[in-house]
Structure formats: structure tokens, C-alpha cells
């Protein structure tokens, strides 16, 4: 179809009230709003205020009453364990509706908030939508974070209750779910009145006396909930994202924005209609998860997957062929780690040809950036249109896209395209100003922000407005890099913080090196992100020791590592550092982290001005090379 995108984009730019409100009516509304977005202060914006809404009813209830409850809702896909069921509309309300009640059997209602810690089980998406059905708050909690990590948002968000499960299941191994939240409500300082534990079969575990529940025994014993209309600017969930100085910033979603915002995109961003099947690859415990597993798509009255599995393993590079070919799924989201993933075990797509790919219409890569190359590999693979897009979980739907359902406008490698209509992006120089075409800068949104991206920090306005609004008046600040060609096609180079992406995952570097800095025998430390063939990145350290200290190199090594992996967990994928003399800084005291980060990646660098003792970057050179970086060839620019 020609693309409609130019005067789309600008009918939002010219009357965002009138667009967005056009973009709700699909929606059911217990009552409309009374304002579509506050006249003044943009720092504030609050998007439907006086709307009541439930947005459980209009992910359920409201394809029901329409006659779609026979419609199948979700697939539950699981490798694994060797499972797959599927639920109607009608199916999944019911169950929905009867763990609702067991909530507000134990006392939660809205306002309150419940701690989601679980794998990727049905349950998990059913807990979430059982919040959102009764006004409750959630928030879900990656089950591969350890339990210092899972304690801090707990006494962060400082829920009544938490769901959970006995265990998650890898590749090979079982993962006990239920030690690491015993020990996370051991070192919280707040502690839930309850938990709802879902005994899976691979590894039932004992419950505690008078706080843990069976989950079975008690969505079975209660009355089905009904769905409470709430404010549209009330949240909906807290997710939690790392901060540049490792304590989690609890990303608030308010209900109403985010309804409006994710049932446009899936239409007009991804081109999905009702009853279509949409699968995004993701984890529920982060914003894909949230967005695209379950939300959009349940609002948009198409199909989702759920998958319990990985791209390569479960059992083979083939894995995600089988799921596209027997679910005739239409629409797939992942990010471009998987592809990567497969790439290096299937190199010439030679699995693909076992598929009957036939439904499949697009493949949307995010989370991470998608270098040129897989991209390319992708679209010659699959034969389909494989489209990069960009996004954050503070915004919780895309920023920038090639937007299938507005007519697709020609594919550039390496730029996620334009801006999605609602977004006003600019690059502005560090001093403020716009910068020209092809020129790089900070990466920021004109306020107001569109609906369904965050309001607030979870009690830290203040934290919200320093970090996001401060840095340029009357914009957001993305904390990205990049800039946009002659076409107005952006392009994104990476963080301007300590932030990396380790597939798809954004972890704090800051947030490890102060876990290292606690080991009896380091004195100071960095850890940088370097490039990764599958991950996109990995976080390396480099350690200097105090005066007169000598550990064994491998055992403190190991030792480092387990600290990362016991506080931050496995995903963090710390796996080396090395021991230096001394850091490279500048005559300030600031490590120039970036020139680490240059040496490592083989890539072109200067060294600073202001470097303390410039024959430091050769010390850090030797480090490097210890650890088998750089993997390209070493590019110095004196």
C-alpha cells in the first residue's frame, strides 16, 4: 500500500488532543474523559484525564461480549517441558477472573501493589492481567535476577503480596524460583503479608505456613473478580529499569495513555489485525514482554505467544521456524541476540527451508541496536521485510519504526527509520541547539511526550525530572546518541550513560563496578560493555588491587565473577576482568572509560588531552590482550 506515514505524522504533530482521542474511541471507556492532556505544564502531562478505564476488560471481556470469546488468545508454547495449550478469549477470563478474586480474597485492591516473580508460564501473563482487573499495581520482576535485586524492589515498591512459582526451567538445568524469594523477602526490609506460589511439576517445593498459598488451591477456592474502572492517569504496573547509578528506577505506566498507545501501534506500527497471530520473543519481565506479549496485542483481539525457550537449544536453530509454522504466526518480534544466535549455528538458513513459513508477513528486531549485517542476513533468509525499530522502557511503545500498518517506506540498514507519529525527535548539541543533518548529538523528544510513556518515577518525581526533563527544557531526554540523514531517517549509536545492552537486557556498569569495589582486595575498578558477536554486548572489568594485596589471579577472579552473578544474576554475563596497575584517567580523576571501551573493540581512538600519564593506555593495552580483545585490529589515531 502507498504509505500514508507523512500525513499521518503530521495530523499528530498539528492536533495531538484530536489524534489521540480519534485513537481511543476503539477502546471501551466505563466513562470518557474529561481533557485528552492538560493545556500547561509539560513537565506534568497527564494524557484522558477524568477517563475511567479497566484495561483488563478491554483485553478480555471486551473481544467476549463481541462474540470473539470462542477466538483463541494465547499460545503457550514451551519446549522445555514438552507443552503446548492455547486459551479462547473466554478461557483465559476465567482464569483471569478467578485469580482477581483470590487477590482480593487475601485483601488487595486498587492502589495495591503485587510482586510478579515468575518464568514464562501462563500464570505469569494471568497474574498480570488479575492486577489489572481489579485496579491492583504490578510488578514484574525478571526471574533471572538474584535475590539482592529482587529485595531492592521489593522495599521499592513495597507490595501486599507477591506471585511466584517453585521453579523456571533452562536448557538443562531446573532453576529454584522459590529459595531466591525466600531469601530476597529475608533481605528486604519491607515483607509481604503473602505469597502465591504456582507448584510446577519439574519441582514442587514446601511452602511456608501462614504466608506462602498454593496457587491452584486458592484461584480454585475463590469467587471470579469483576473488572474495576479506574482513572486513566492511575498506574497500571512499575517496571524497573537499572540506573546510571545502580538503583533501579521504577518506570510508572498509567493506565489510560497506555491502552490508547499500544492498541494504534499494533495496527498502525506492526500491521496486525484481530484474530492475526503475533509472537514477540521477549520475557514478560521486561517492557517487550509487557507491551507485546501481553498487552497489545490482547487489546488488538489478535493472538499471542508466549514461549518458554530460546532461539538456539530448544532443540535446535530450527526452533523458531517450528513455532512460526505450527502457530501460523504472522507477526514476529525479537531482538537481534537471536538472530545472531542463529545465525552462528545455522549460518545458511539452511533450517528455514524445513518451514512452511507461508503466514509469516514480518519479522521487527529491537532492544538492542541491529548492526547492518544480521538485518541484511534476515531479510535474505526469510524473504521477508525484517525491520529494525527503536524504543525504551521508560516509553513502553516505539519511537522510531517503519510503520507497516501506515504503508512501509524503504528500508535503511542500521536506522530504525523515522519517528513514530505522537514522537517529536530532535538532536540537540550538548549546548542545546539543534544540530544539521548527519551530525550526531543527544537524541531527545520535544515534550509533550505522546501517551503511554511514563508519567513518573515510582515515588521519585523528583528522580523523573532530573534525570529525563532537566538536562534540556522541554524535552526528553532519551540518554541515546545518534542522528538523522538527509531523509530525516534516525540513527541510533548507543548510550551517552554507563547503561549497556547485554541482549536486549540495559544494565548498569555503575551497578557492577560497586559490587566489585566491595571485594577486600580491589582498590578501584571499571567495567566497560565491549562489542559481542551474540549479545550485542558484555560487560570486562578492570581491577586495580590495594597496596600490598596478592590473591591468586583465577581465584579472584572467579570471585568477582560470583559476586556480579549472585547480585546482579546471570544475565548480567560478567565473565572476565583483569588485573592492572592503574587506570587510565584524566587529570580530573574521571576514567575515560570510552578510550577502554575503543581499545577493546579495536575501533579508532584518541587519546585524551587531559590523559594523567598517556603510557597508562598501554598498560591497559596488555590487560586487554590478556583477556582476547581486541578481536579486530587495533586502529590508534595519536
Sequence with gaps: MPSVYDETYRRAQDDPHKFWEAAAEPLYWHKRWDSSGNESGFRDYQWFRGGMIN?????LDRHIERGRGKQTALIYDSPVTGNIRHFTFLQLRNEVARAAGALVSEGITVGDRVVIYMPMVPEAIIAMLACARIGAVHSVVFGGFAPRELATRIDDAKPKLIMSASCGIELDRIVPYKPLLDEAIKLSSHKPSRTIILQREESRVQ?????????????????????????ATSPLYILYTSGTTGIPKGVVRDTGGHAVALHWSMENVYGVGSGEVFWAASDIGWVVGHSYIVYGPLLRGATTVLYEGKPVGTPDPGAFWRVIEQHGVNTLFTAP???????????NGSLIKSYNLSKFRH??????????DTLIWAQKQLEVPV????????????????????????????????????????????DGNEVSAGQSGNIVIKLPLPPGCLPTLWNNHAAYELTYLSEFPGYYLTGDAGYKDHDNYLF???????IINVAGHRLSTGAMEEILSYHPDVAECAVVGVADPIKGEIPIGLVVTKTGANPEPQAFMSDLVSRIRNSIGPVAAFKSAAIVKRLPKTRSGKIVRGTIKSIADG????????????????????????????TAPDKTDD
Design 207 to 231: 511452602l511456608i505456613s501462614g504466608r506462602d498459598l498454593d496457587w491452584h488451591e486458592t484461584c480454585a477456592a475463590a469467587q471470579p473478580a469483576d473488572c474495576v474502572p479506574v482513572p
Design 492 to 498: 541510533v549509536m548507543g548510550r551517552v550513560d554507563d
Design 337 to 347: 541476540t537471536a538472530f545472531r544466535a542463529i545465525r552462528k549455528e545455522d549460518p
Design 55 to 59: 484495561t483488563c476488560y478491554n483485553c
Design 363 to 372: 519479522l521487527f528486531l529491537a532492544g538492542e541496536r541491529c548492526d547492518p
Design 387 to 430: 525491520i529494525d525499530h527503536w524504543w525504551q522502557t521508560e516509553t513502553g511503545w516505539p519511537i522510531a519504526a517503519n510503520c507497516v500498518g501506515l504503508g512501509m517506506q524503504p528500508i535503511k540498514p542500521g536506522s530504525p527509520t523515522k519517528a513514530v507519529p505522537g514522537y517529536d525527535v530532535r538532536i540537540l548539541s550538548d
Design 603 to 630: 575501533q579508532s581512538y584518541t587519546i585524551p588531552a587531559t590523559i594523567d600519564d598517556p603510557e597508562v593506555i598501554q598498560e591497559v593495552k596488555i590487560a586487554l590482550a590478556h583477556l582476547g580483545y581486541p
